[in-house]
């Protein structure tokens, strides 16, 4: 499979946000997601550049995505990144895309002068595939996420 990696642009909102909403949606066991809300949030944050994408290209398909915030911490050493989200076509899962997508991630880190890439650890249980892809991609765990809705 010959595939490349581009940064997405605000131009590409409606792409990303439907691969998010893919995404959602499979995480939700099928709830709808209002795809519009999703294209509108991924253009507003793509045109600001307060996220990056990156999303997996072969000819004019997306084969996947993943999505990175720049964060800072005293505790991770200054700069780093998160990924909020890692989406691939269901029938391009297993071909390599997603550890392209987390490699092209590392390097944008390192050039950027990042010190760590984190990524929320998923439900051992229900996500046990996830985890193990994310530790085969030389993460390590260091503890669940807690959120609280404002």
């Given amino acids: 499979m010959s595939f490349h990696v581009q ?6 909102a409606q792409l990303v946000g439907d691969l ?3 995404l959602i949606e499979e995480l939700s066991a099928g709830e709808p997601v209002d ?16 996220v990056i994408g990156l999303v997996a290209m072969e000819g004019g398909a997306a084969l996947g995505l993943l999505m990175l915030n720049e964060c800072a911490a005293i505790y991770a050493g200054g700069r780093f990144g998160e990924i909020t989200e890692l989406y691939v076509t269901p029938d391009h899962r297993s071909s390599g895309i997603a550890a392209r997508l987390v490699a092209a991630a590392a390097d944008l880190g390192r050039d950027r002068g990042w010190k760590r890439i984190e990524v929320g650890a998923p439900d051992e249980r229900e996500w046990a595939r996830t985890k193990a892809f994310y530790e ?4 390590t765990e260091v503890g669940p996420r807690l959120k609280r809705m404002l």
């Fill in 7 to 12: 940064i997405a642009t605000a131009a590409d």
């Fill in 20 to 22: 998010v909403a893919r």
């Fill in 35 to 50: 795809r519009k809300a999703m294209t509108a949030t991924a253009l507003s944050l793509l045109a600001a550049n307060s």
């Fill in 136 to 139: 085969r991609e030389g993460f």
